[in-house]
């Protein structure tokens, strides 16, 4: 019977603007507007109808109860998957379709990134996730080598107009577009010239005609970043004010139109909105590729320069370690971008070549939440034109708990630990994370027969336009069946420290028992699900949740029926995952090691952050070291928080305590990230990670710290 009371004090509570976590159950969305309150009463019964009618009644009892917690529960009905990674350069090869009509094949990077926005606000609608695009330096460039084209084309007839020659404008055009060594910051200035020989244009002249050239279009690559940065900050998907849940993969383009399309949007990122606001998205993650844009005689080279001399050198060993630094400097500015580290033996693949020009189709990236998709049973290994079709968590405090109080072990909000067997407790632990487990995949497949039963005009955009691999090939009433089986399952997880804290005494922070056991805990979830992954041929996997609100919902839930225990149910959140609880003092470098251990046994995505102190722009030598650190000791996905603050009132950015020590404002803007994505003001949080955040200890402060 469907809970008709809860559902109506749910709805009043958004109707009366109360500033409670249903209201802020996602920070990128505003629960207060017109738009933002339907889309909260839609979940709230698109939730109910789910698991009213939807689901098994054991899934949805299990879901209820919050021992797990199934994701995206309000789209569940419409069938629609979480999230994709597309190839925007075959999008846009001969033009894309939209309902409203046909969108024809772009000439340059200002229309490239336009229409790069517009494809993630459009695919937006037909998925209840997010967007990655795998390779954008390398899909941008197109454009940026279109526009030198156009622009070299304009400067030589502007001179011919000037000088009064005759050309065929058609003929010319050609010329320059044919010819394989006309190229940004390459063009070769004699082969120009014996090109136009029939003009007489002096040598000194067409050097210049392609220096302005190569000036103009640097130019038109700084604009169009900032406009593709702007629109992806303005342009609502979604009701609630909410823009795109973007992401973009970026790095190993070493061609000299890929790093410009870096260096713009470099640029564009530390530049910030219009009265310096961090961007909110793109989420940007570079790349980092040992031959390509990192080594370790650059790193050391780099250790022995002052930062500021960093942009001097020219010559080094890695094509794009400039490009690595200067991603250094933005992430210490913007806290974009995030690195993901390719050189992990998980990461590699057989058919990846440095000469080959379409290495990127091998290359993973990720949903920068941290959504990881690459290994496929059913297909290509690959990230592109695939994505993640639905995950479910357990919530593994509330289980632990649960195993002890069956025990007899719980009294008065407090565990008896000293008839607290460790092993038996730790063995049938495990067992019960199996059962477990095996009904979250069995949950997941009821959901992927339930997606599958989907036909292909039910996401127009998506197939017709081959978003997902091998769409374009369906006919509008075919299934989606033969798409959507390229897509991921996975396993989340949530509060791994407070369950261990609750069966053993001491969170993985704490001891390396705990984390021997905190990582037997995972593998067994990976046991399960590979016999699911051979079972149903589908590409089963466990991911280290994302958790934003579920990490309060969990809690709150779990503390309900447990009662407050001490470093277990006390707190607002639970802990992100497999992280180090937030609050637990523990050196940057301890930590990347303890979470590191966790990363190949959650492939279907995780991340790991460290939190710096004061302004970490004064100290890059301190974020590479943490960045290197990082990729030698198996992190697959990672990133630097720091404070970023702003005053709302002169717009004054840096560290700011209190009041703006410029204008002695005291209404400030403190950027943070709350699970992979940034929030502008934290009032927009959830309760519970408003707690989580005002227990984050730093891990490193603003001097060089050793392992």
Same mark, same amino acid.
Request: include cysteine.
């Given at each position: 019977?469907?809970?008709?009371?809860?559902?109506?004090?749910?709805?009043?509570?958004?109707?009366?603007?109360?500033?409670?976590?249903?209201?802020?159950?996602?920070?990128?969305?505003?629960?207060?507007?017109?738009?933002?309150?339907?889309?909260?009463?839609?979940?709230?019964?698109?939730?109910?109808?789910?698991?009213?009618?939807?689901?098994?009644?054991?899934?949805?009892?299990?879901?209820?109860?919050?021992?797990?917690?199934?994701?995206?529960?309000?789209?569940?009905?419409?069938?629609? =998957?979480?999230?994709?990674?597309?190839?925007?350069?075959?999008?846009?090869?001969?033009?894309?379709?939209?309902?409203?009509?046909?969108?024809?094949?772009?000439?340059?990077?200002?229309?490239?990134?336009?229409?790069?926005?517009?494809?993630?606000?459009?695919?937006?609608?037909?998925?209840?996730?997010?967007?990655?695009?795998?390779?954008?330096?390398?899909?941008?460039?197109?454009?940026?080598?279109?526009?030198?084209?156009?622009?070299?084309?304009?400067?030589?007839?502007?001179?011919?107009?000037?000088?009064?020659?005759?050309?065929?404008?058609?003929?010319?055009?050609?010329?320059?577009?044919?010819?394989?060594?006309?190229?940004?910051?390459?063009?070769?200035?004699?082969?120009?010239?014996?090109?136009?020989?029939?003009?007489?244009?002096?040598?000194?002249?067409?050097?210049?005609?392609?220096?302005? =050239?190569?000036?103009?279009? *640097?130019?038109?690559?700084?604009?169009?970043?900032?406009?593709?940065?702007?629109?992806?900050?303005?342009?609502?998907?979604?009701?609630?004010?909410?823009?795109?849940?973007?992401?973009?993969?970026?790095?190993?383009?070493?061609?000299?139109?890929?790093?410009?399309?870096?260096?713009?949007?470099?640029?564009?990122?530390?530049?910030?909105?219009?009265?310096?606001?961090?961007?909110?998205?793109?989420?940007?993650?570079?790349?980092?590729?040992?031959?390509?844009?990192?080594?370790?005689?650059?790193?050391?080279? =780099?250790?022995?320069?002052?930062?500021?001399?960093?942009?001097?050198?020219?010559?080094?060993?890695?094509?794009?370690?400039?490009?690595?630094?200067?991603?250094?400097?933005?992430?210490?500015?913007?806290?974009?971008?995030?690195?993901?580290?390719?050189?992990?033996?998980?990461?590699?693949?057989?058919?990846?070549?440095?000469?080959?020009?379409?290495?990127?189709?091998?290359?993973?990236?990720?949903?920068?939440?941290?959504?990881?998709?690459?290994?496929?049973?059913?297909?290509?290994?690959?990230?592109?034109?695939?994505?993640?079709?639905?995950?479910?968590?357990?919530?593994?405090?509330?289980?632990?708990?649960?195993?002890?109080?069956?025990?007899?072990?719980?009294?008065?909000?407090?565990?008896?630990?000293?008839?607290?067997?460790?092993?038996?407790?730790?063995?049938?632990?495990?067992?019960?994370?199996?059962?477990?487990?095996?009904?979250?995949?069995?949950?997941?497949?009821?959901?992927?027969?339930?997606?599958?039963?989907?036909?292909?005009?039910?996401?127009?955009?998506?197939?017709?336009?081959?978003?997902?691999?091998?769409?374009?090939?369906?006919?509008?009433?075919?299934?989606?069946?033969?798409?959507?089986?390229?897509?991921?399952?996975?396993?989340?997880?949530?509060?791994?420290?407070?369950?261990?804290?609750?069966?053993?005494?001491?969170?993985?922070?704490?001891?390396?028992?705990?984390?021997?056991?905190?990582?037997?805990?995972?593998?067994?979830?990976?046991?399960?699900?590979?016999?699911?992954?051979?079972?149903?041929?589908?590409?089963?996997?466990?991911?280290?949740?994302?958790?934003?609100?579920?990490?309060?919902?969990?809690?709150?839930?779990?503390?309900?029926?447990?009662?407050?225990?001490?470093?277990?149910?006390?707190?607002?959140?639970?802990?992100?995952?497999?992280?180090?609880?937030?609050?637990?003092?523990?050196?940057?470098?301890?930590?990347?090691?303890?979470?590191?251990?966790?990363?190949?046994?959650?492939?279907?995505?995780?991340?790991?952050?460290?939190?710096?102190?004061?302004?970490?722009?004064?100290?890059?030598? =301190?974020?590479? *070291?943490?960045?290197?650190?990082?990729?030698?000791?198996?992190?697959?996905?990672?990133?630097?928080?720091?404070?970023?603050?702003?005053?709302?009132?002169?717009?004054?950015?840096?560290?700011?305590?209190?009041?703006?020590?410029?204008?002695?404002?005291?209404?400030?803007?403190?950027?943070?990230?709350?699970?992979?994505?940034?929030?502008?003001?934290?009032?927009?949080?959830?309760?519970?990670?408003?707690?989580?955040?005002?227990?984050?200890?730093?891990?490193?402060?603003?001097?060089?710290?050793?392992?």
């Amino acid at each position: 019977m469907t809970n008709t009371k809860n559902i109506s004090n749910e709805i009043s509570s958004i109707i009366s603007v109360e500033n409670n976590d249903l209201k802020n159950e996602n920070a990128n969305m505003s629960g207060d507007t017109p738009s933002g309150k339907m889309m909260k009463f839609a979940s709230i019964t698109a939730k109910e109808y789910a698991l009213e009618n939807l689901l098994d009644k054991k899934h949805s009892d299990l879901h209820r109860q919050s021992i797990i917690h199934i994701h995206d529960l309000d789209y569940y009905a419409t069938k629609s =998957a979480t999230c994709v990674q597309y190839n925007i350069e075959e999008i846009f090869k001969d033009g894309f379709y939209t309902r409203n009509g046909h969108i024809r094949e772009p000439k340059s990077i200002a229309v490239y990134a336009e229409l790069a926005a517009i494809v993630f606000q459009t695919a937006q609608n037909e998925m209840h996730g997010g967007q990655a695009i795998p390779a954008f330096d390398f899909f941008m460039a197109k454009g940026v080598s279109k526009s030198f084209n156009k622009r070299l084309f304009e400067n030589v007839v502007s001179y011919l107009e000037i000088t009064e020659s005759k050309y065929d404008e058609k003929v010319l055009k050609d010329k320059i577009n044919s010819s394989d060594f006309i190229k940004f910051e390459n063009t070769n200035p004699n082969q120009l010239m014996d090109l136009l020989s029939q003009f007489s244009i002096p040598e000194k002249t067409i050097k210049k005609l392609i220096e302005n =050239a190569n000036k103009k279009v *640097s130019s038109d690559t700084d604009q169009a970043m900032e406009g593709f940065i702007y629109n992806l900050n303005t342009q609502h998907s979604r009701g609630g004010n909410q823009v795109v849940f973007s992401s973009i993969n970026i790095g190993t383009d070493t061609s000299n139109e890929g790093r410009q399309v870096i260096k713009s949007l470099f640029k564009a990122l530390r530049n910030g909105l219009g009265n310096g606001e961090t961007s909110i998205f793109p989420i940007v993650i570079f790349k980092v590729k040992d031959g390509l844009n990192f080594s370790q005689n650059d790193k050391k080279r =780099a250790d022995s320069l002052n930062q500021k001399d960093w942009k001097n050198v020219n010559d080094w060993e890695t094509k794009n370690f400039d490009l690595f630094l200067d991603a250094l400097e933005t992430t210490s500015t913007r806290l974009f971008p995030n690195f993901m580290f390719l050189d992990q033996p998980y990461n590699m693949h057989e058919k990846w070549n440095i000469n080959d020009p379409n290495r990127w189709m091998y290359e993973p990236a990720t949903m920068g939440c941290r959504t990881r998709v690459f290994e496929n049973i059913r297909g290509e290994k690959t990230s592109v034109g695939r994505g993640n079709l639905s995950f479910t968590s357990l919530n593994l405090p509330f289980i632990a708990l649960e195993l002890l109080e069956d025990k007899g072990l719980i009294s008065n909000n407090y565990i008896d630990r000293e008839r607290t067997n460790r092993e038996e407790i730790k063995e049938e632990f495990l067992t019960k994370i199996k059962e477990l487990s095996n009904e979250v995949c069995q949950q997941l497949y009821n959901r992927y027969k339930f997606q599958i039963s989907a036909i292909a005009k039910e996401f127009p955009f998506l197939m017709r336009n081959n978003v997902l691999t091998g769409g374009q090939s369906l006919k509008a009433n075919d299934s989606v069946e033969d798409v959507f089986v390229k897509g991921t399952l996975t396993i989340g997880f949530v509060g791994l420290a407070e369950a261990l804290k609750a069966l053993i005494g001491v969170h993985h922070g704490e001891s390396e028992e705990a984390q021997e056991f905190g990582i037997e805990i995972v593998k067994e979830m990976n046991k399960v699900s590979e016999f699911w992954k051979q079972k149903t041929e589908l590409n089963y996997g466990v991911i280290a949740t994302p958790a934003e609100s579920v990490a309060g919902r969990m809690a709150k839930v779990t503390k309900s029926r447990f009662g407050s225990i001490s470093e277990i149910t006390t707190r607002d959140y639970f802990t992100n995952s497999n992280h180090v609880p937030v609050y637990y003092n523990i050196s940057a470098y301890k930590k990347i090691q303890k979470e590191a251990a966790y990363h190949k046994w959650t492939l279907g995505g995780n991340i790991s952050y460290i939190e710096l102190d004061g302004e970490a722009k004064k100290n890059l030598h =301190a974020i590479l *070291s943490v960045v290197d650190y990082m990729k030698n000791n198996g992190i697959n996905y990672g990133s630097l928080n720091h404070p970023v603050d702003r005053c709302k009132k002169c717009h004054y950015t840096s560290l700011i305590q209190l009041n703006c020590p410029k204008c002695g404002a005291n209404d400030i803007s403190r950027t943070r990230r709350i699970t992979g994505y940034l929030v502008g003001d934290l009032d927009g949080w959830n309760s519970g990670k408003q707690a989580e955040e005002r227990e984050r200890v730093k891990h490193l402060k603003q001097e060089n710290e050793n392992s």
